[in-house]
């Protein structure tokens, strides 16, 4: 069985363009869920049956495995189940008859305008760090990118004279997203002071680069975003993926339509992006109850 999963991996990386952050997550759920089988006497992929996969999701929630972790390791078994069939590894799915654990979405986090400015503010001074920090949080609250998305950046997908960047997403998708005049503005002088500088042959391809001029990591642009948050006074838990809410939420506060939304942040479901409309009816709601004489 574990063979087979070697080849599963393979397959999600060669044939479904998933990226090497899914691949490593569903390797993980996978290798896990072979140890049980291979503990529970399933040796073979036809040995498995729906109650050898019911109890194995029961010992994760017994483990306090949230219901999202377990959707996303039940989806990977799936997966895993639907490949074997289709290349004669097995006879039967044992995953047809299993249902998904119920998900309760939780309302995303956000920044109110005055939280934003706040946080750009924290960023103010001639330093070169103070430069970058403040061109990334910007391109990151004009275009929605995902964390990834942003530090993988590479200059020549960045066209400051038009106003657009392409960006390639979740499923090797890729896509253009408008970038906006400051944010603009904010990388233009992130390049010629600051960039130039670290990198004057231009030897590196990305966007955005550390002291030593490297390309930033993901974790590297974490701390950066916390530590400009505790600086603006911001006491919300924050985190790159705030800005992308706060885009959104923003966005839809102000008129745009939700398909647009929808392609800006690389949604492959339109209801992934409607829950941001359950944002803005709940502070509507809260608005009402604040202002309104009798609400």
Same mark, same amino acid.
């Given at each position: 069985?574990?063979?087979?999963?070697?080849?599963?991996?393979?397959?999600?990386?060669?044939?479904?363009?998933?990226?090497?952050?899914?691949?490593?997550?569903?390797?993980?759920?996978?290798?896990?869920?072979?140890?049980?089988?291979?503990?529970?006497?399933?040796?073979?992929?036809?040995?498995?049956?729906?109650?050898?996969?019911?109890?194995?999701?029961?010992?994760?929630?017994?483990?306090?495995?949230?219901?999202?972790?377990?959707?996303?390791?039940?989806?990977?078994?799936?997966?895993?189940?639907?490949?074997?069939?289709?290349?004669?590894?097995?006879?039967?799915?044992?995953?047809?008859?299993?249902?998904?654990?119920?998900?309760?979405?939780?309302?995303?986090?956000?920044?109110?305008?005055?939280?934003?400015?706040?946080?750009?503010?924290?960023?103010?001074?001639?330093?070169?760090?103070?430069?970058?920090?403040?061109?990334?949080? =910007?391109? /990151?609250?004009?275009? &929605?990118?995902?964390?990834?998305?942003? *530090? $993988?950046?590479? +200059?020549?997908? @960045?066209?400051?004279?038009?106003?657009?960047?392409?960006?390639?997403?979740?499923?090797?998708? =890729?896509? /253009?997203?408008?970038? &906006?005049?400051?944010?603009?503005?904010? *990388? $233009?002088?992130? +390049?010629?002071? @600051?960039?130039?500088?670290?990198?004057?042959?231009?030897?590196?391809?990305?966007?955005?680069?550390?002291? /030593?001029?490297?390309?930033?990591?993901?974790?590297?642009?974490?701390?950066?975003?916390?530590?400009?948050?505790?600086?603006?006074?911001?006491?919300?838990?924050?985190?790159?993926?705030?800005?992308?809410?706060?885009?959104?939420?923003?966005?839809?506060?102000?008129?745009?339509?939700?398909?647009?939304?929808?392609?800006?942040?690389?949604?492959?479901?339109?209801?992934?992006?409607?829950?941001?409309?359950?944002?803005?009816?709940?502070?509507?709601?809260?608005?009402?109850?604040?202002?309104?004489?009798?609400?």
């Amino acid at each position: 069985m574990n063979d087979y999963l070697d080849l599963f991996i393979s397959y999600l990386a060669v044939e479904k363009g998933l990226s090497a952050n899914t691949q490593d997550a569903y390797s993980h759920d996978l290798a896990r869920y072979l140890d049980f089988l291979d503990k529970e006497g399933c040796t073979s992929s036809d040995s498995v049956k729906s109650t050898d996969i019911a109890l194995f999701m029961g010992r994760l929630k017994d483990r306090g495995i949230g219901p999202r972790s377990r959707a996303r390791c039940l989806s990977a078994i799936r997966m895993f189940h639907k490949f074997l069939m289709v290349e004669n590894y097995a006879a039967t799915n044992p995953t047809s008859i299993i249902e998904a654990p119920r998900i309760l979405h939780k309302l995303p986090e956000f920044l109110t305008t005055q939280e934003v400015d706040a946080l750009f503010a924290a960023c103010s001074g001639a330093a070169a760090e103070n430069t970058r920090d403040l061109a990334m949080l =910007e391109l /990151l609250y004009a275009t &929605g990118l995902r964390v990834s998305e942003l *530090v $993988g950046l590479r +200059l020549r997908e @960045v066209n400051l004279d038009s106003g657009y960047l392409m960006t390639v997403g979740k499923g090797n998708k =890729e896509r /253009l997203v408008p970038i &906006g005049e400051s944010a603009c503005d904010k *990388v $233009g002088a992130y +390049l010629t002071v @600051v960039r130039a500088k670290v990198d004057p042959l231009g030897e590196t391809p990305f966007l955005f680069l550390s002291r /030593l001029g490297s390309g930033m990591s993901r974790q590297a642009f974490w701390n950066i975003i916390k530590k400009r948050a505790l600086l603006a006074g911001i006491r919300k838990n924050i985190s790159p993926h705030t800005l992308r809410h706060s885009f959104a939420t923003h966005l839809l506060e102000n008129g745009a339509d939700l398909r647009s939304v929808q392609i800006m942040l690389g949604h492959a479901d339109l209801s992934t992006t409607q829950i941001y409309t359950h944002v803005t009816r709940e502070r509507l709601k809260r608005l009402h109850q604040e202002i309104h004489p009798r609400g």
